[in-house]
């Protein structure tokens, strides 16, 4: 059982950054970024295939970043332009068969608070 811990969220104003860290145990063939704001349904937000691939939805294009430290076994997010609809809770993700924002087959952590308000 991999084990995902997530770190850096916090409160920003419009147009501020953030960088999500997540420290993981096991690698696995797809790690992602993943958000749930309150009352709707966790959303894929960018993903990383052990070969290098990236994704990442349409809202956050341009703005999200999404990277690993193998060495440190580390994912991070590094989130720029912030919007108030960006505010969510974001989890670290990682997929042992599959890169996609399908939730079948992630397992998550405990989830960061990020907070996007002026």
């Known amino acids: 059982q991999v084990q995902l811990v997530e770190s850096g969220g916090g409160s920003v104003q419009p147009g501020g950054s953030l960088r999500l860290s997540c420290a993981y145990s096991?690698?696995?063939?797809?790690m992602g970024w993943f958000r749930q704001a309150a009352g709707k349904e966790r959303e894929g937000v960018a993903m990383?295939?052990?070969?290098?691939?990236?994704w990442y939805d349409a809202s956050v294009t341009g703005r999200f970043t999404i990277s690993q430290d193998n060495a440190n076994k580390t994912l991070y997010l590094e989130m720029n332009n912030l919007k108030p609809e960006d505010t969510a809770t974001y989890y670290c993700?990682?997929?042992?068969?599959?890169?996609?924002?399908?939730?079948?087959?992630?397992?998550w952590g405990q989830g960061t608070q990020a907070t996007v308000s002026s």
């Open positions: 993700g990682a997929n042992p068969k599959t890169c996609s924002f399908n939730l079948r087959y992630w397992s």
């Open positions: 096991q690698l696995r063939y797809c």
């Open positions: 990383r295939s052990t070969g290098g691939s990236t």
